[in-house]
């Protein structure tokens, strides 16, 4: 009866629950650019800027990864380090794993911290719709969206998004500074 | 492992039916005076049945992402399960009296009947869930006068889990819309003056007062009803009414906010009815919900055998 006992106290601290706001609750399936299957949690305990694209996007998809890594750059090292970068294509049609993978070679992605993702069509509008993420398919194939790129602390929940373009947006900045902070303590 | 639900959920409810049955035989057996009841093999079965148990229990709670001190359901399980635990070890050995050891043995079995019904019901309240229903007392109980109303108050989210869960989905907004342009008789009727206007003045309606009951309309061409003068609807791709909050240049996308072309351009401005869904649609957010904002479910049509 003791050893009952001691698996019921294991039970109570092994499980981890996602807090109510967390993205994480959502139960998306995503298969990274190595075609290994992940859930939304892919970097649970670092903070993370997570966005939308799609592969074959002339003008704003590679102006977001510019983006993202003119935040990385921007950042102090202590926090660049804990950073990590997710990216969800909204096109799961044409962005295939073989795909994802030659994007993030063709540009240089450190992929220990960087993971191009995609999932399945119901899904894409589920995480989208949970990071505010606005998009259209158009006739010819290509697709119309919102470029925001939401940070979210170590338990996924939403501290700022960002819809500045182009640079690192300051403010975001600040945001992560402030969720770097208290997550050495929370982790 | 979600493939493998079927089979953990199995073994856990083998492990529960064998180790509650164990449970009534050691505790007739103790109270009968039997010394076989404690002795070393039997005790060793009782721990390895309990721990096939938990692990399966372990499992399935990573499995459906419910667990004990976050869903209601599972933290009654899991204190009445140290409850049992506790009255168990006093019917089998702690109790002084055989008294006590009796009653302790008749509660503890009392307990293991509970949580099984709080396991069925997933509900923290158990076979007692129902009463709340029978007072009708539940907040997702519309109530008598609400019946044949409309569902609404609901998001985007709640709206498509529940589609999911009929196995179908929301419908699409071009083909809410293809299906929405037919009058009674008319696959198309864009064109009458007529409908359009019979449209609109449900809209000019005023959206206080009771929403109507469903079914009250006539089917239009294709056998449809309530597409209008009913609620507005959910429709799956709500998340992408690219209509910009302050775009009054229809032509001007903003190609640094929108990865692609340009926002939605209208071209029969003479339809106002669909301008003021995409208006209504584009204000919502997925999580938001409305007092006149419910949704109908889609499938594709299975042709053939």
Redesign the interface.
Known sequence: MKRLLFALLLLATVVRADSAGSIYQLEAALADQSGVLRRMDVYRGHPVLVTMFYGSCPMACPLLIDTLRATERAAPPGERAQLRFLLISIDPERDTVANLNALGESRKLDLSRWTLARTDAASVRKIAAVLGIQYRKLPEGGYNHSSIVTLLDANGEITYRSSALGQADPELLTALRRTTQPTRVAR | MIEFYPQIKSVHIAAVMLSGLLFLIRGAAVNAGMTWAMAAPLRYLS?LI??TL?TA??ML??VL?Q????HAWLTVK?VL??IY?VL??FALKRGSTRKIRVLCWLAALLVYGFIITVARAHHPAGLFAAIPDLLRTSTLDPGQENRHRPVVHVS??AA?AYC?AQGA?LPRWHEWEYVAAASDRQRDARNDPAWRQQILNWYSRSGRGPLPDVGGTAANAYGIQDLHGVIWEWV??A????VSSDNREQSSAD??????????TLEQKENYATLMRIAMLSSM???YTSATMGFRCASEVRTGS
């Open positions: 721990y309990d721990t938990l229990a372990l709670a990573t992402h667990y004990p001190f976050v899991v399960l140290a635990i168990g070890t985007w989210f498509t999911e989905r799956e791709d998340g992408g009414m690219l190609v640094m906010r929108f990865c692609g072309e340009g926002a939605l957010k997925a999580r």
